[in-house]
């Protein structure tokens, strides 16, 4: 090689290196900030930093905030409020990308991108986040006119207890999956004022017929009722509330139900009063008294139903709504009443009260219906206890029965299901009622003797005899009568 040629070309070689020396350090002393070319929507980001980027972009985003989107449908349109559907732009997002825009990759990547950004320009695209609900909700308001919503289907009770599916039907809606992306590729593009156009489609009910139809539900599988008495104000109403609690529950297959979850607590807040309760083997005033009427009808609705028992307390005492073995106690928290759907359908429970009459009714499939009865049986009777208890009020000797007591009992229930001319027996949860005390008062009060002080020579056996004293009136009227009457003699010959 040629001396002259081998200095050119190592001068070229330094000098190459140098600009690639001075290129590498511009561009890393300008990595905070966006190179030239790069825009958005207009606005120039040359230059800025991030946090000024995004003061920037948030300018940008009040300006797209102040014109609202047009909806069309045919003739008709519709404005929309970006600001009603919580639009704003990912400014921060936004300015991350435009910073590393020419300054990813080998350097040589990095000149070309630059190079190119700056002779064409480079359309940062908006980052738009927005809620998708509220948007679906707003053009589902302002479109109403131009469809219709779905219905679902449903079933109705008839009056001889049989179910009746009615259709659902189908809906025409605004297609809002479509506007939400119409609406993010015109504020991507930049349009200063968003059109949407507007299509319809069908929108299929929640809930169809053939759903329906697939629940089972033919007719009534069982129904029980108990009374009660309606001038109990606090009593009744509790029966309503907890009653309605239960009204319309619909039960899939294989579930199972828990009478206090479905009717929540008993308190004031809940809306029961004050009646008589069980607490403790008495009868005694507390909150939600007559719930326990609602679970025990349910109860007796259940068991007729062939549905499976999995959770059953008897009360203390028994009731007088329903036989003793068919009872179902229930506390919220402590003791409940839980069964389970173990048909293949769905089951349903209505509730009345109508007059002084409690009535559940239980519905399901009854091409499985079987004829059920409920037998019961004492197994063992236990008379109560009498206890005297002290009492200082009374009189020695005195007694008074302060609680006449009751038996105590052992019940024995179990259920008889016919199917196919036999009986299948099942053995319920027996019961057991506690007797009652009875109790009598003792007097216990001792008669103090009062002494009598009698005058010198009278003893207690001859009491003095005392004179009466004479009224004044009286006597001034006796002393009148002898001075007008006339001197009376004796006449001769009279014996005395």
């Known amino acids: 090689m040629k001396p002259r040629f081998l200095i050119a070309f190592c001068l070229a070689g330094i000098l190459l290196g140098a600009t690639a020396v001075l290129g590498a350090t511009f561009i890393w002393s300008q990595r905070d900030k966006v190179i030239p070319g790069v825009q958005i929507q207009g606005l120039p980001l040359q230059g800025l930093r991030k946090e000024d980027g995004v003061v920037e972009i948030k300018k940008l985003e009040k300006r797209i905030l102040a014109v609202p989107a047009v909806l069309k449908h045919g003739e008709k349109t519709w404005e929309l409020p970006l600001e009603e559907i919580d639009l704003h732009l990912d400014a921060e997002a936004m300015m991350d990308v435009a910073l590393r825009l020419g300054k990813e990759g080998p350097f040589f990547r990095q000149w070309q991108q630059r190079r190119q950004i700056r002779q064409q320009g480079y359309e940062l695209p908006l980052m738009v986040n927005l809620n998708q609900k509220k948007f679906t909700q707003k053009i589902t308001e302002l479109t109403a006119e131009l469809g219709f919503p779905p219905e679902d289907a449903s079933f109705k009770i008839t009056e001889d207890d049989r179910v009746e599916v009615v259709p659902g039907r189908d809906g025409l809606q605004v297609d809002a999956e479509l506007a939400y992306q119409q609406l993010l590729n015109s504020l991507g593009k930049g349009q200063v004022k968003p059109i949407i156009h507007l299509s319809l489609v069908q929108v299929k009910p929640r809930r169809t017929t053939e759903a329906v139809t697939a629940m089972g539900l033919k007719g009534l599988l069982s129904a029980y009722s108990t009374s009660f008495d309606p001038t109990n104000v606090g009593r009744t109403y509790n029966i309503r509330v907890a009653a309605a609690a239960l009204d ?15 009717v929540g607590p008993r308190s004031t807040d809940a809306g029961y009063k004050n009646a008589q309760v069980i607490i403790n083997n008495e009868f005694v005033e507390g909150i939600g008294g007559g719930v326990c009427q609602v679970s025990s009808t349910l109860y007796n609705a259940i068991l007729l139903a062939n549905l499976e028992i999995l959770e059953r307390t008897n009360h203390s005492l028994p009731v007088a709504y329903v036989p003793m073995g068919r009872d179902a106690t229930v506390v919220y928290g402590a003791i409940d009443l839980k069964f389970r759907n173990n048909t293949e359908s769905y089951i349903y429970i209505r509730s009345s009260v109508k007059g002084r009459q409690l009535t559940f009714k239980i519905y399901g499939n009854t091409d499985y219906k079987a004829p059920v009865t409920i037998r019961t049986r004492i197994i063992k009777e ?35 299901v016919w199917e196919n001319n036999q009986a299948q027996v099942e053995a319920l949860p027996p019961s057991l009622y506690e007797p009652v005390d009875r109790i009598v008062a003792l007097g216990t009060k001792e008669e103090k003797e009062v002494p009598v002080f009698l005058p010198p020579g009278v003893s207690e056996e001859q009491p003095p005899v005392i004179p009466p004293v004479p009224d004044k009136e009286n006597k001034k009227q006796t002393q009148e009568n002898d001075k007008q009457a006339p001197e009376k003699k004796e006449s001769p010959g009279s014996g005395a």
């Open 248 to 262: 319309g529950l619909l039960v899939p297959p294989g579930q199972e139900i828990s009478f206090n979850q479905v």
């Open 382 to 416: 236990m008379e109560p206890k009498t206890i005297y208890q002290k009492d200082p009020y009374l009189k020695k000797g005195e007694q008074v029965v302060k609680q006449e007591g009751s038996k105590g009992y052992q019940v024995v229930a179990e259920r008889v």
